[in-house]
């Protein structure tokens, strides 16, 4: 039998843990009110992702094994090859420490248009289209959230002082 790839382990990893999280909301107590029960919402993302992940597993089956790599492990080379995903999981760490004093609102623009301009063309014509996606997007789901939904997000402590 031929080795399998990568992206097997993956979706074999990522199946089981749908599986587990499935099982696991069956212990969602259960409330007295609203016409939907806790439990849906959860149950419906899992099945969802349950069904991405048999497409991944799928598609990696089909792949094929991986081909052998004859390149020595470099600490340089694994860097070059993943600094767009380092650079995302840095600049969300960092929207994560600013939260309490930025908030969501001037936070998410910022995390925004720093991963836009982190991964994409950094010409100033393209700078403000950056700052347009960022702040129409992160404005219009703010206001969703806060006015259509009336979810509490983070103020920061530039709008309480204001």
Known sequence: MSRINRDTYIALFLMITWAVFFWTSFDI????????GAEVWPRGILVILM????VYLF???KAG???ASDEPFSLKGWLQKYHNPLWC???YFV????LPVLGMLIGGIALVFCLLTVLGNRTPRDLMIHAAIAVVSITGMWALFTYALGVILPQGMI???L
Request: a negative charge.
């Open 89 to 91: 999981y840095a600049l």
């Open 51 to 54: 069904a991405l992940t048999a």
């Open 59 to 61: 598609q990696s089956i």
């Open 95 to 98: 929207f994560l420490l600013t």
């Open 29 to 36: 107590r259960q409330i007295d009110y609203g016409t939907m």
């Open 159 to 161: 709008f309480t002082t």
């Open 65 to 67: 094994p991986d081909a």
